[in-house]
């Protein structure tokens, strides 16, 4: 009995211990962005500040800042060079007969990042902090739940075995950047937001996946109810929506996250064509710190179309019939050896 | 037996009082009923709601019936319903009446909801699964729980559709109380139920969301398609606001659910493994 009071009293130290060094998101640390010089922030008829719209984070600025570099900032000039270089690479025309030509012809269909709205930046990478601008390392026990998960990823096969095999984005189950936090993807990052008085909602343009997040104060939900976008609560601060996100069921990790991530992300119009978006990512099961990231989100030119992604997936029906030709081909031409 | 008779006529005599007030009470509720305002000044009508009847089993009246899986029993067996189509039935052209009888009889491979597709308008609205209203002066955001269906009411900028989709393309404006919503652009995939009721590509919607008291909304549809009917035809029922204090659109994404009914038969099978 004194024991287990014992045991859990030291257990509520480093409860306590632990939520000392997280409970204070990085991001909340650092000042929330300004409008700037003589831009005032619109209101909702509520009286809220208004980001109804539509919104692109397209962006070729790194996750992580590259090896060799050093700074957090390039200089205007060093950005537009090197989004004209990543232009060029992305508009690359693919060689006739590769998987790579058969797939979308991104340029064709003005689906690359320089064709639609960019979300420019100076930084050197997304990441601010740590302040080297790259993911803290891992835990012990991340870097063991990475060897499981590739354990278990060569357990299920090849990519093509199965349908459960292929990536997330391939199977039209949610994009890698729907989120929280919501990163840019390879094409259509946009974004619809409208608000109410009592809720914000974010409308993610791939795979049509809406966020609503109540401003009403409520709980979070009950730790059972897991999702692959988590449960999400938000509320103003100053003119700053902050929301946080948990409840995730972890199998739609960023850079390995687990389903314990926390995200907190804060949402400041600074000026009429842009939302400074940052987010702190806390999950003490994968990372020894939270990291956090800061993306702008542009004003882009309505709609979004419908994205019914699984409705049309021909490719994941095709690739996996393609698969199956070819073993069958194989075989026939083992068993033709094997006869002559 | 005369005192029988004499009791019986009371209280059918009662039972047509009460009828008569509540009719008057429903019609007075209906027409009389001025929803909260918005602070931009409109019938607000945010919340999150969800209709309680059996219209995604058969949108026309139907008895209680078996269901498909055998092995599933009761549990998925159909409940009965009165119907949300005014006059009760579905004024088909002869071919298109042929064409929803095999969708019926096809209806395991056939139903759009089976594979966990777009569910289109206004099925969405009376699945058995909540959506939520979200209203701003410029965009109507109706959020389904089912498959995440999202449409996007333009109340601002009215444009023609772009392309066909299963959501369709949606134009509102206010009509005093009511939310009018004009809706084209389909695509020919979606279903009305379960029960194999369709529509081709030229379907036009005309939704009308009507406050009737703090917590229901009336919901009347008006349907046109002169490929698949001989007139358009409308149907009505209440929605209902989920009052929970904690009430919440969750994920209910079915894609994960439905992969092995699609694509299992294209999984690598152990005898080819040996290549």
Same mark, same amino acid.
């Given at each position: 009995m004194h024991h287990r009071f014992i045991s859990s009293g030291s257990i509520a130290a480093t409860v306590i211990a632990m939520s000392l060094l997280t409970a204070n998101p990085v991001a909340a640390q650092t000042p929330d962005p300004t409008p700037v010089a003589g831009y005032t922030v619109p209101r909702t008829a509520d009286g809220q500040p208004d980001f109804e719209g539509f919104w692109s $984070?397209? @962006?070729? @600025? &790194?996750l992580q800042r590259r090896d060799g570099v050093a700074g957090e900032f390039y200089t205007a000039e060093e950005v537009a060079a090197s989004e004209a270089r990543a232009a060029e690479r992305e508009s690359a025309q693919t060689v006739p007969g590769t998987t790579a030509d058969v797939h979308y012809d991104f340029t064709q269909f003005g689906l690359d990042r320089s064709q639609s709205t960019l979300a420019s930046s *100076?930084? @050197?990478? *997304? !990441?601010?902090? &740590?302040p080297d601008g790259r993911i803290p390392p891992r835990t012990t026990a991340g870097e063991r739940i990475m060897a499981q998960r590739e354990e278990q990823a060569r357990l299920r096969g090849g990519r093509f075995d199965a349908v459960e095999n292929n990536q997330l984005s391939d199977r039209c189950i949610i994009m890698g950047g729907a989120g929280p936090p919501m990163m840019n993807m390879v094409y259509n990052s946009n974004y619809q937001i409208v608000q109410s008085r009592d809720y914000v909602m974010f409308l993610i343009e791939m795979i049509h996946d809406a966020r609503i997040i109540p401003l009403d104060g409520r709980e979070q939900a009950d730790a059972n109810v897991r999702q692959w976008m988590g449960t999400s609560r938000g509320h103003w601060e100053g003119d700053t929506l902050v929301v946080e996100t948990a $409840?995730? =069921? #972890?199998? $739609? &990790? !960023?850079? #390995?996250?687990? +389903? =314990?991530m926390i995200v907190t992300e804060r949402f400041t119009r600074v000026d009429d064509e842009t939302i400074v978006y940052r987010f702190t990512i806390d999950d003490a099961s994968m990372w020894t710190r939270p990291w956090s990231a800061e993306l702008p989100m542009k004003k882009t030119i309505g709609p *979004?179309? +419908?994205?019914a992604c699984h409705e049309g997936n021909y490719g994941l029906y095709n690739t996996l019939v393609g698969a199956r030709r070819e073993e069958r081909l194989a075989a026939e031409a083992a068993a033709a050896l094997k006869s002559n | 037996m005369r005192d029988r008779f004499g009791r019986r006529a009371t209280t059918t005599a009662i039972i047509a009082v009460v009828l008569l007030l509540s009719v008057t009470i429903a019609t007075a509720q209906e027409t009389d009923y001025l929803a909260p305002r918005t602070a931009a000044g409109n019938p607000d009508l945010n919340g999150i709601w969800q209709s309680i009847n059996t219209a995604n089993w058969n949108i026309e009246p139907h008895a209680a019936a078996p269901g498909l899986a055998r092995e599933l029993g009761a549990s998925a067996a159909v409940p009965p319903g009165l119907g949300i189509v005014d006059g009760g039935e579905i004024p088909y052209l002869p071919q298109a009446l042929a064409q929803r009888d095999e969708n019926f009889a096809n209806r395991l491979d056939l139903d759009p909801e089976i594979k966990c597709y777009l569910p289109g308008v206004p099925r969405a609205t009376y699945m058995p699964f909540p959506f939520q209203i979200i209203q701003s002066t410029q965009h109507i955001m109706m959020v389904h729980e089912y498959a995440g269906a999202v449409r996007t009411i333009y109340m601002e900028n009215h444009t023609l559709p772009p392309a066909p989709s299963w959501m369709g393309w949606s134009n509102g404006s206010w009509d005093g109380e009511t939310l009018v919503i004009d809706t084209r652009g389909f695509n020919d995939q979606t279903w009305f139920d379960r029960a194999g009721n369709f529509h081709s590509d030229a379907l036009h919607v005309t939704e009308r969301f009507t406050a009737r008291s703090a917590d229901t909304l009336m919901y009347e549809v008006t349907i046109e398609d002169s490929n698949v009917f001989t007139r358009p035809w409308t149907m009505s029922m209440p929605l209902y606001r989920r009052v929970e204090a904690n009430a919440e659109i969750l994920e209910f994404r079915c894609v994960e659910f439905v992969e092995d009914l699609i694509y299992g038969h294209l999984r690598k099978q152990p005898d080819s493994q040996s290549q």
């Amino acid at each position: 009995m004194h024991h287990r009071f014992i045991s859990s009293g030291s257990i509520a130290a480093t409860v306590i211990a632990m939520s000392l060094l997280t409970a204070n998101p990085v991001a909340a640390q650092t000042p929330d962005p300004t409008p700037v010089a003589g831009y005032t922030v619109p209101r909702t008829a509520d009286g809220q500040p208004d980001f109804e719209g539509f919104w692109s $984070n397209a @962006t070729y @600025t &790194p996750l992580q800042r590259r090896d060799g570099v050093a700074g957090e900032f390039y200089t205007a000039e060093e950005v537009a060079a090197s989004e004209a270089r990543a232009a060029e690479r992305e508009s690359a025309q693919t060689v006739p007969g590769t998987t790579a030509d058969v797939h979308y012809d991104f340029t064709q269909f003005g689906l690359d990042r320089s064709q639609s709205t960019l979300a420019s930046s *100076l930084r @050197t990478s *997304l !990441i601010f902090d &740590p302040p080297d601008g790259r993911i803290p390392p891992r835990t012990t026990a991340g870097e063991r739940i990475m060897a499981q998960r590739e354990e278990q990823a060569r357990l299920r096969g090849g990519r093509f075995d199965a349908v459960e095999n292929n990536q997330l984005s391939d199977r039209c189950i949610i994009m890698g950047g729907a989120g929280p936090p919501m990163m840019n993807m390879v094409y259509n990052s946009n974004y619809q937001i409208v608000q109410s008085r009592d809720y914000v909602m974010f409308l993610i343009e791939m795979i049509h996946d809406a966020r609503i997040i109540p401003l009403d104060g409520r709980e979070q939900a009950d730790a059972n109810v897991r999702q692959w976008m988590g449960t999400s609560r938000g509320h103003w601060e100053g003119d700053t929506l902050v929301v946080e996100t948990a $409840n995730f =069921n #972890g199998k $739609n &990790p !960023i850079r #390995g996250s687990t +389903e =314990n991530m926390i995200v907190t992300e804060r949402f400041t119009r600074v000026d009429d064509e842009t939302i400074v978006y940052r987010f702190t990512i806390d999950d003490a099961s994968m990372w020894t710190r939270p990291w956090s990231a800061e993306l702008p989100m542009k004003k882009t030119i309505g709609p *979004l179309f +419908e994205h019914a992604c699984h409705e049309g997936n021909y490719g994941l029906y095709n690739t996996l019939v393609g698969a199956r030709r070819e073993e069958r081909l194989a075989a026939e031409a083992a068993a033709a050896l094997k006869s002559n | 037996m005369r005192d029988r008779f004499g009791r019986r006529a009371t209280t059918t005599a009662i039972i047509a009082v009460v009828l008569l007030l509540s009719v008057t009470i429903a019609t007075a509720q209906e027409t009389d009923y001025l929803a909260p305002r918005t602070a931009a000044g409109n019938p607000d009508l945010n919340g999150i709601w969800q209709s309680i009847n059996t219209a995604n089993w058969n949108i026309e009246p139907h008895a209680a019936a078996p269901g498909l899986a055998r092995e599933l029993g009761a549990s998925a067996a159909v409940p009965p319903g009165l119907g949300i189509v005014d006059g009760g039935e579905i004024p088909y052209l002869p071919q298109a009446l042929a064409q929803r009888d095999e969708n019926f009889a096809n209806r395991l491979d056939l139903d759009p909801e089976i594979k966990c597709y777009l569910p289109g308008v206004p099925r969405a609205t009376y699945m058995p699964f909540p959506f939520q209203i979200i209203q701003s002066t410029q965009h109507i955001m109706m959020v389904h729980e089912y498959a995440g269906a999202v449409r996007t009411i333009y109340m601002e900028n009215h444009t023609l559709p772009p392309a066909p989709s299963w959501m369709g393309w949606s134009n509102g404006s206010w009509d005093g109380e009511t939310l009018v919503i004009d809706t084209r652009g389909f695509n020919d995939q979606t279903w009305f139920d379960r029960a194999g009721n369709f529509h081709s590509d030229a379907l036009h919607v005309t939704e009308r969301f009507t406050a009737r008291s703090a917590d229901t909304l009336m919901y009347e549809v008006t349907i046109e398609d002169s490929n698949v009917f001989t007139r358009p035809w409308t149907m009505s029922m209440p929605l209902y606001r989920r009052v929970e204090a904690n009430a919440e659109i969750l994920e209910f994404r079915c894609v994960e659910f439905v992969e092995d009914l699609i694509y299992g038969h294209l999984r690598k099978q152990p005898d080819s493994q040996s290549q």
